[in-house]
Protein backbone atom coordinates (compact mmCIF):
# COMPACT_ATOMS: atom_id res chain seq x y z
CA UNK A 1 0.00 0.00 0.00
CA UNK A 2 2.92 2.23 1.04
CA UNK A 3 4.20 2.45 -2.88
CA UNK A 4 1.01 2.42 -4.33
CA UNK A 5 0.39 5.88 -2.30
CA UNK A 6 3.44 7.28 -3.13
CA UNK A 7 2.61 6.48 -6.89
CA UNK A 8 -0.68 8.47 -6.33
CA UNK A 9 0.88 11.04 -4.64
CA UNK A 10 3.86 11.70 -6.97
CA UNK A 11 0.75 11.57 -9.89
CA UNK A 12 -1.61 14.31 -8.16
CA UNK A 13 1.02 16.50 -6.26
CA UNK A 14 4.28 16.48 -8.48
CA UNK A 15 4.80 20.37 -8.26
CA UNK A 16 4.03 20.64 -4.52
CA UNK A 17 6.27 22.03 -2.37
CA UNK A 18 7.80 20.15 0.59
CA UNK A 19 9.44 20.64 3.91
CA UNK A 20 11.49 17.56 5.32
CA UNK A 21 10.19 16.07 8.16
CA UNK A 22 13.22 16.67 10.34
CA UNK A 23 12.62 20.37 9.75
CA UNK A 24 9.11 20.66 11.75
CA UNK A 25 9.50 21.81 15.12
CA UNK A 26 6.01 22.13 16.28
CA UNK A 27 2.52 20.48 15.79
CA UNK A 28 1.40 23.85 14.40
CA UNK A 29 3.89 24.12 11.47
CA UNK A 30 2.21 20.75 10.03
CA UNK A 31 -1.74 21.71 10.83
CA UNK A 32 -3.90 21.02 7.54
CA UNK A 33 -0.62 20.05 5.29
CA UNK A 34 -0.98 16.39 3.72
CA UNK A 35 1.57 13.64 5.02
CA UNK A 36 3.34 12.35 2.28
CA UNK A 37 4.79 8.87 2.08
CA UNK A 38 8.13 9.76 1.21
CA UNK A 39 8.80 11.31 4.80
CA UNK A 40 7.67 14.79 3.67
CA UNK A 41 5.40 17.64 4.60
CA UNK A 42 3.51 19.23 1.40
CA UNK A 43 1.61 22.80 2.33
CA UNK A 44 -1.28 21.30 0.43
CA UNK A 45 -4.94 21.07 1.90
CA UNK A 46 -7.16 18.73 1.51
CA UNK A 47 -9.72 21.42 -0.62
CA UNK A 48 -6.58 22.46 -2.61
CA UNK A 49 -6.34 18.38 -3.44
CA UNK A 50 -9.68 18.53 -4.51
CA UNK A 51 -9.92 21.65 -6.77
CA UNK A 52 -6.18 20.48 -8.74
CA UNK A 53 -7.97 17.01 -9.00
CA UNK A 54 -10.80 18.13 -10.76
CA UNK A 55 -8.68 20.43 -12.73
CA UNK A 56 -6.43 17.71 -14.02
CA UNK A 57 -9.40 15.00 -13.96
CA UNK A 58 -12.53 17.13 -14.51
CA UNK A 59 -13.93 13.63 -16.79
CA UNK A 60 -12.71 10.89 -14.58
CA UNK A 61 -15.08 9.42 -11.93
CA UNK A 62 -14.20 10.37 -8.19
CA UNK A 63 -16.83 8.46 -6.85
CA UNK A 64 -18.99 4.95 -7.61
CA UNK A 65 -21.50 4.77 -5.35
CA UNK A 66 -24.48 1.86 -6.41
CA UNK A 67 -25.37 3.06 -9.79
CA UNK A 68 -24.26 6.45 -9.38
CA UNK A 69 -21.07 8.29 -10.87
CA UNK A 70 -19.50 11.24 -9.90
CA UNK A 71 -16.64 12.95 -11.95
CA UNK A 72 -13.86 14.90 -9.91
CA UNK A 73 -15.57 18.26 -11.73
CA UNK A 74 -18.50 17.25 -10.61
CA UNK A 75 -17.79 16.79 -7.12
CA UNK A 76 -15.56 19.94 -6.95
CA UNK A 77 -19.12 22.21 -8.31
CA UNK A 78 -21.13 20.08 -5.40
CA UNK A 79 -18.50 21.03 -2.75
CA UNK A 80 -17.83 24.51 -3.57
CA UNK A 81 -22.03 24.98 -3.85
CA UNK A 82 -22.35 22.99 0.31
CA UNK A 83 -19.06 25.09 1.19
CA UNK A 84 -21.01 28.92 0.20
CA UNK A 85 -24.38 27.92 1.68
CA UNK A 86 -22.59 26.93 4.81
CA UNK A 87 -20.16 30.10 4.13
CA UNK A 88 -23.80 32.06 4.01
CA UNK A 89 -25.10 30.17 7.10
CA UNK A 90 -21.85 31.69 8.64
CA UNK A 91 -19.78 28.74 9.66
CA UNK A 92 -16.02 29.84 9.39
CA UNK A 93 -12.62 28.18 9.82
CA UNK A 94 -11.93 26.71 13.06
CA UNK A 95 -15.86 26.43 14.02
CA UNK A 96 -16.46 22.28 14.99
CA UNK A 97 -19.22 21.26 12.81
CA UNK A 98 -20.49 17.21 13.29
CA UNK A 99 -21.14 15.16 10.58
CA UNK A 100 -24.06 12.57 10.72
CA UNK A 101 -24.03 10.54 7.62
CA UNK A 102 -24.04 7.21 6.47
CA UNK A 103 -21.26 6.17 3.97
CA UNK A 104 -22.57 7.99 0.93
CA UNK A 105 -21.27 10.87 -1.82
CA UNK A 106 -23.48 13.07 0.58
CA UNK A 107 -20.92 12.23 3.55
CA UNK A 108 -17.92 13.01 0.83
CA UNK A 109 -19.47 16.30 -0.28
CA UNK A 110 -20.45 17.46 3.43
CA UNK A 111 -16.53 16.82 4.55
CA UNK A 112 -14.40 18.33 1.64
CA UNK A 113 -16.37 21.14 2.22
CA UNK A 114 -16.00 21.71 5.41
CA UNK A 115 -12.25 21.17 4.71
CA UNK A 116 -12.14 24.13 1.75
CA UNK A 117 -14.19 26.30 4.56
CA UNK A 118 -11.01 25.20 7.33
CA UNK A 119 -14.08 24.13 9.87
CA UNK A 120 -12.90 21.14 12.00
CA UNK A 121 -15.57 18.13 10.57
CA UNK A 122 -16.18 15.98 13.84
CA UNK A 123 -18.24 12.85 12.24
CA UNK A 124 -20.60 11.28 14.37
CA UNK A 125 -21.11 7.58 14.63
CA UNK A 126 -24.63 6.56 12.94
CA UNK A 127 -25.08 3.75 15.92
CA UNK A 128 -25.11 5.98 18.64
CA UNK A 129 -28.03 7.28 20.84
CA UNK A 130 -28.99 10.63 21.66
CA UNK A 131 -26.82 10.49 24.67
CA UNK A 132 -24.22 9.71 23.18
CA UNK A 133 -24.32 12.13 20.29
CA UNK A 134 -25.30 15.12 23.14
CA UNK A 135 -21.96 14.54 24.64
CA UNK A 136 -20.13 14.73 21.15
CA UNK A 137 -21.61 17.83 20.78
CA UNK A 138 -20.88 19.43 24.32
CA UNK A 139 -17.74 17.47 24.48
CA UNK A 140 -16.24 19.35 21.27
CA UNK A 141 -18.54 22.51 21.37
CA UNK A 142 -20.50 21.70 18.22
CA UNK A 143 -22.07 24.73 16.65
CA UNK A 144 -23.82 22.75 13.46
CA UNK A 145 -24.68 19.38 12.74
CA UNK A 146 -25.19 18.17 8.96
CA UNK A 147 -27.23 15.03 8.80
CA UNK A 148 -29.35 13.06 6.72
CA UNK A 149 -32.81 12.97 7.37
CA UNK A 150 -32.91 9.47 8.89
CA UNK A 151 -30.96 10.77 11.66
CA UNK A 152 -33.43 14.34 12.81
CA UNK A 153 -35.48 12.82 15.78
CA UNK A 154 -31.77 11.36 17.05
CA UNK A 155 -30.22 14.31 17.16
CA UNK A 156 -32.83 16.98 17.65
CA UNK A 157 -33.35 14.96 20.88
CA UNK A 158 -29.59 15.03 21.50
CA UNK A 159 -29.62 19.09 20.69
CA UNK A 160 -31.76 19.38 23.87
CA UNK A 161 -28.87 19.63 25.81
CA UNK A 162 -26.56 20.44 24.30
CA UNK A 163 -25.09 24.18 24.89
CA UNK A 164 -22.85 25.37 21.82
CA UNK A 165 -25.35 24.01 18.92
CA UNK A 166 -26.78 26.99 17.12
CA UNK A 167 -27.83 24.81 13.80
CA UNK A 168 -29.27 21.39 12.85
CA UNK A 169 -28.88 21.31 8.97
CA UNK A 170 -30.64 17.76 6.88
Known amino acids: PGKILAKMNSAILPDVPTVAVADIKSLEEVSGKVVRNDNKISA ?24 ERISYGELNEKVNRLAGSLIKLGIKKQDKVSIMMCNSPDFIVTFFALMKIGAVAVPI ?22 MQLQFF ?13 KHLIV
Open 44 to 67: FSLGQMLEDSARKFNKRIAIFFHD
Open 125 to 146: NTFWKSEEIRYVLNDAQISVVL
Open 153 to 165: NTVKSAAEGAFSL
